[in-house]
């Protein structure tokens, strides 16, 4: 082998800088997955889970309760409630007319993170914000179940747990946190 300016070795040696940036480009490329990974986990994460006797789990889709005979277990989609309901979206309690809010956020955060993973283009304080938007309707419906469940004056405080506020705070703050400061640093 001829070492020289022509040599095989030489050639196939690219500078610092271009393996720096493509470490941070493949880096960016990965957390960006990541990042869409955990927001569209957080489309299947159930809003509150009301754990007792019978188990009573509140997604964003509907309910699922254990209390039916045997091993069964009853299920109700959240769009049957709303077609079925015989009184006006208006007269409902305002944790319910919060559930669909909670949807669109939840949903809307998962398209904004898609199309950073599928096009490149995702504005990360705006997914960040529907997550915190969606944590936030999320835990007024958890707090509309929580009162018919009687916590804090028949049952205990931990009757109904808002996993799906918690959860989505968490992705906002863990993976969105340092874009949503400097959106309010400027």
Do not use: C, K
Not at 17 to 24: F, I, Q
Not at 54 to 65: E, K, Q, Y
Not at 123 to 150: E, I, K, P, Q
């Amino acid at each position: 082998m001829v070492v020289g300016s022509g040599s095989e070795t030489t050639r196939s040696r690219r500078p610092e800088s271009d393996d720096r940036a493509g470490r941070a480009d493949r880096s960016d490329r990965t957390s960006r997955r990541n990042a869409w990974l955990l927001v569209v986990a957080l489309l299947a994460v159930p809003m509150a889970v009301a754990p007792g006797d019978d188990l009573t789990v509140v997604s964003l889709w509907g309910f699922l309760n254990t209390a039916g005979s045997g091993a069964a277990a009853g299920g109700y989609p959240v769009w049957a409630y709303f077609l079925d309901q015989p009184r006006p979206f208006g007269s409902l309690p305002a944790s319910i007319r919060a559930w669909p809010l909670a949807i669109g956020f939840h949903v809307l955060a998962a398209a904004s993170a898609t199309a950073g993973v599928a096009l490149g283009r995702e504005d990360r304080r705006v997914t960040g914000g529907l997550l915190v938007l969606a944590a936030a309707a999320s835990l007024w419906v958890s707090v509309g179940v929580a009162t018919r469940f009687g916590v804090g004056t028949t049952s205990g405080w931990l009757a109904v747990i808002p996993v799906g506020a918690l959860a989505a705070l968490a992705v906002a703050v863990g993976v969105y946190g340092r874009d949503l400061r400097n959106a309010f640093e400027r």
